[in-house]
């Protein structure tokens, strides 16, 4: 029988882990800085891919819970060139294999699946260190401290684990998210209802200068519009984003020379606009192997947005699980063997984060997914 895992970070690849381990017998705690599985809104929609993210729910064993959540109809994808001429309109016919669901649905399925009490919320990490015996200890916030045999690291961007494994730190990757929403976009925004459609909409530059506007239609008669600006942080910082009116029109001059009808994503909004500014760690980021402790996710691979981070952070997940399982007693053989996996995949999918596509590129990349779909 493997040894017990502590887990630091109940995200999506924090609580794969820990179910899939569930599954395969082998016990473990999660530590969540986060006092309840409410506290904080849990983000939009994810397209979970049948090559990664729907392999971590089948080891899960969640894959009836996960057809439950999928929101039918959200594969639809249209495109448009920044002059407001469409390049690209697909149906969502159902036999995509990039299905959405909620984020947030996603998580509490994982966690409804777990023994009650895996979870122990309000634990932040204030530090950990490797102690004499091999073994690392966890000390929290809130003053108490927990000492780990084996110790995983699913914390995120600024994981607290990383530094027993490497000193790399992210860095601002020169771009980011200011995220919008419009709500009954039915009756109160009908041109922005026809225009972003059933499932996923963009807009984008073919000059490839770093703008971007993104759209899911999302439960109901909500828009979740992503407008991407590559600016230095200093020129966000201008910005008062809780100012909505104000912020809104700022953004909202940045694409001036587009199609009017995109402005309305920004300017739209019923919420403060939320600035997400993007951080990557480098490109092929690895460690040398530190006996006991290991890390999945955003903490082992951050990148700048592709649709890729939360399918990459289960299916490493699903691997540690399950290489954990098929080694028992031989904790450093699991480790080395997941990293092994682990290394060469998020070194080739951060590479090709980090291209940034061209229009054409991005409409053959759909269109030849909906073909071989």
């Keep these: 029988m493997s040894a017990h895992v502590t887990i630091i970070g109940a995200g999506l690849g924090g609580l794969t882990l820990a179910r899939v381990l569930q599954v395969r ?57 920044r002059d407001g001429s469409l390049l690209f309109d697909k149906a969502d016919d159902g036999t995509g294999g990039r299905p959405e669901v909620q984020r947030g649905e996603l998580r509490q399925i994982l966690l409804d699946a777990l023994p009650e009490g895996t979870v122990r919320w309000g634990h932040k990490v204030s530090g950990t260190r490797t102690l004499a ?38 860095e601002y990757a020169g771009e980011a998210f200011v995220e919008t929403y419009l709500f009954d976009v039915e009756s109160r925004h009908p041109a922005v209802a026809e225009m972003v459609g059933g499932g996923m909409f963009g807009a984008v530059d073919p000059d490839g200068d770093g703008r971007w506007i993104g759209a899911h239609r999302e439960k109901g008669e909500t828009v979740h519009a992503y407008v991407t600006l590559a ?48 951080y990557t760690l480098p490109i092929g980021h690895r460690w040398d192997r530190v006996p006991g402790v290991t890390l999945v996710g955003d903490a082992a691979h951050l990148s700048v947005p592709n649709g890729e981070g939360a399918n990459l952070a289960m299916l490493d ?21 997941y990293e092994r996996g682990l290394f060469p995949r998020s070194a080739d999918a951060a590479a090709e984060a980090h291209h ?6 991005l409409i053959e990349f759909f269109t030849q997914d909906a073909q071989a779909r």
């Design 25 to 81: 017998g082998i016990a473990s705690t999660v530590y969540e800085a986060e006092a309840s599985a409410g506290a904080r809104t849990q983000g939009g929609m994810l397209d979970i891919h049948d090559y990664n993210g729907q392999l971590a729910v089948k080891a899960a064993d969640l894959t009836d819970e996960f057809e439950g959540i999928v929101l039918e109809g959200r594969q639809a994808m249209r495109f448009f060139h």
């Design 133 to 170: 015996d091999g073994r690392h200890e966890v000390t929290f916030a809130n003053g108490t401290s927990t000492t780990a045999g084996l110790l995983v690291g699913a914390d995120g961007a600024w994981s607290r684990v990383r530094p027993l494994l490497s000193g790399a730190v992210p």
């Design 231 to 278: 600016r230095p942080l200093d020129w966000f910082a201008g910005i008062d984003f809780t100012d909505l009116a104000a912020s809104t029109t700022r953004i909202a001059a940045e694409f001036a020379d587009w199609a009017p009808e995109f402005a309305t994503l920004v300017t739209g909004s019923d919420t403060a606009p939320l600035l997400r500014p993007h």
């Design 317 to 337: 997940a699903a691997e540690l699980g399950e290489a954990l399982a098929a080694h028992p007693g031989d904790t450093e053989a699991a480790l080395a063997a």
């Design 356 to 361: 940034k596509p061209t229009s054409a590129e």
